[in-house]
Structure formats: C-alpha cells, structure tokens
C-alpha cells in the first residue's frame, strides 16, 4: 500500500486550541492536540460561561433553548494573535454547543483558518461544519475531526493521522484503501451491525446495504440505512470499526444524516 507523506505547511504558523466542554469529554481531545501539536499552555483555551452550566443534561438542554447565546468569560487568549484556531465543542442538537455561537458573535474570525473538533453522542462532524461556514464566510473552514463520547479513548490515535494528512504536523501515513461497492446486507453483515450500535440509546435504523474496506488495524464498515425519525424514515450513513486483535468488537464510530 502505497506511503503518503504530507508537507506541513503550516508549521511556522500559530496555533490556538480554543473549546468549549460541558463535561470534559471535549476537553480530552483538546488536551491531546494540545500534546500533539506540542503547543504550550497558554496557547489552550477553554471557552468559560459567565454563569457555568450546573445539573443534568435534560436541565442543560432546557437552559440552553431558553438562552440561544449564554454570556461569555472574556477569552484568555487573543485570536488577533493566532493563525490557526482548533476549535472544539460536543454536538448539541445536531450542530455545535450554544456557547459557540456566543463565541461567534463575539470575536472576529476574519481571516483566520478555523480547524473543527468535536464529541458526539452519534454524530454531527458535518452539519456544524456548514453551520461554522455560514456564520463565518470570512474565515476558512478546515475538514475536522469527530469522535463519539464513547471512544474518546480513540482520540489520541486517530488525531496522530488526521493531523499528519492534513499537514498540522510532520510524519507519514498509509493510505485509506475505498470502500468497495455497495452490496446488500446478509445476516453476517446485520449481525456485525447489531453488535455495533443495539447499546445506543436510540435506533439507528435498518441497514440496508455496505460497503467494506481493510486496514492495517481494522476492517471497517460503511453502512446505508433506513432510519427512522419525526417526520417519517430518511436515510443515513453508519461507519462502523472492528479491530483486528483477539476479542475486538464492532463499534460504531459516527452516522452521518
């Protein structure tokens, strides 16, 4: 398989990694970049509520719709000063948290390439990506990177080559071979997707045909499904991963709707 090696141009540039974390999942990964990137300290910046959030999810979440913008802490860093923003957040309601549109509004992004990361409970990379590229047409969006609240133990690895892909940092990565073709799913391939996503909260839907690669690590899985949803079914994508060690399990990594 053929080796890439990606030239980091943007080596000389400075690097912010400004996040917000609600329970210090979103914090991790910023951490790891933090250490990949071998930024110091003052260049991590998490994203503070000048009233923080306090109790349960649901009470979060009822907060949250009530304020649409909560007030912001002025930043410990000034985005006047960097070149290159990590911006992290989890996914609320399928798009970045509400203390990111505060952010948003009150600092000026113009110019400045703005490199997404985010946690989720199943997905959401996407939708904040366009939603980050409507409310800053003056700054350029970035591919990010996404990862589920329930691998976050993953990060640090899959960091290491989104990183070295997109030239953050110096180094050399194999390349992804394609999923084949889609195909429809047989009783191996059903059961393979049960085992991934029945502990999810919620019904990931039917899968109705995939498509199948083979990595140095892993066979992954990409799944089109039949979903369900307010409003009727629609369809979405579900990528699922299963290690190639003794005893690995499939897991789901993302759905993108």
Known sequence: MAMLAFVATGFAQKKLVL???????????ALALQKQL?????????????????????ETMQRAQREKQPALKPLKAKIADYDIIFLGYPIWSGTYALPIASLLKQEDFAGKTIVPFCTFGSGGLESSMADLKKALPKATIKPGYGVRQARV????????RFLKENGYIAGKVKTL????????????????????????????????????????????YEFKVKSQGFGGGGESTIYVTMGKEAGAKPEFTRVVR
């Open 38 to 58: 071998s930024l110091p300290d003052k260049a991590v910046v998490a994203i503070e509520l000048v009233e923080p959030y306090t109790g349960n999810m649901m």
């Open 153 to 160: 133990a993953a990060a640090a690895k899959e960091l290491d």
């Open 177 to 220: 071979p394609a999923y084949s073709a889609q195909q429809p799913v047989t009783d191996a391939e059903k059961a393979i997707f049960d085992a991934a996503c029945s502990s999810y909260q919620f019904s990931l839907g039917t899968p109705l045909t995939f498509g199948k690669r083979t990595t140095d690590d892993s066979i992954d």
């Open 19 to 29: 996040y917000f974390s609600e329970t210090q999942t979103t914090q991790k990964v």
